[in-house]
């Protein structure tokens, strides 16, 4: 994990990787968690037995927004932000979901600096490039640039 003390030691780390997170895995509970939180009860995602018998991928996937979810975890997980008064979710400029998550699947993030802006007095907004990645496969299963306003 990376520690920064201040908008001006993040700034510094613009363009590189923060790091690669372990492994989480996505089993049905969770998905079926989401479901519930989200009112997004799609067969496809929590119903094992059809998705067995009808599904393309044999399984239940999770939900793309699932995937998203899990974002500011891969973040956090790479990066202190000594001194930090607060954090705010900006919001997001580019998300992709290239390839689905099938129940029981692990993934981690892969998180670099891609832009900061400074924010006066002590702030910088900054935007997380963020792949998520899905043990065994080429294609990651999602592809997030989050913006992040953070205040010292």
């Known amino acids: 994990m990376q520690a920064f003390d201040g908008p001006e030691a993040l700034a ?71 001194g930090l008064r607060l954090s705010l979710n900006y919001g997001l400029d580019r998300v992709r979901f290239p390839a689905p998550v099938l129940a029981g699947a692990r993934l981690r993030g892969r998180v670099r600096l891609a832009a900061a802006t400074p924010v006066p007095p002590r702030g910088l907004r900054v935007t997380y490039g963020v792949t998520v990645e899905i043990e065994g496969q080429e294609r990651p299963a999602c592809l997030a640039d989050a913006v992040v306003l953070h205040h010292w």
């Open 12 to 82: 510094a780390a613009l363009g590189q990787e923060l790091g690669v997170g372990g492994w989480i895995t996505v089993d049905q509970a969770m998905i079926d968690r989401f479901a519930e939180a989200t009112g997004d009860r799609q067969w496809i995602h929590v119903d094992p037995e059809r998705a067995a018998r009808e599904s393309p991928y044999g399984t239940t996937v999770a939900h793309g927004y699932l995937t998203l979810s899990l974002v500011p975890q891969f973040i956090a997980e790479l990066r202190r932000l000594d």
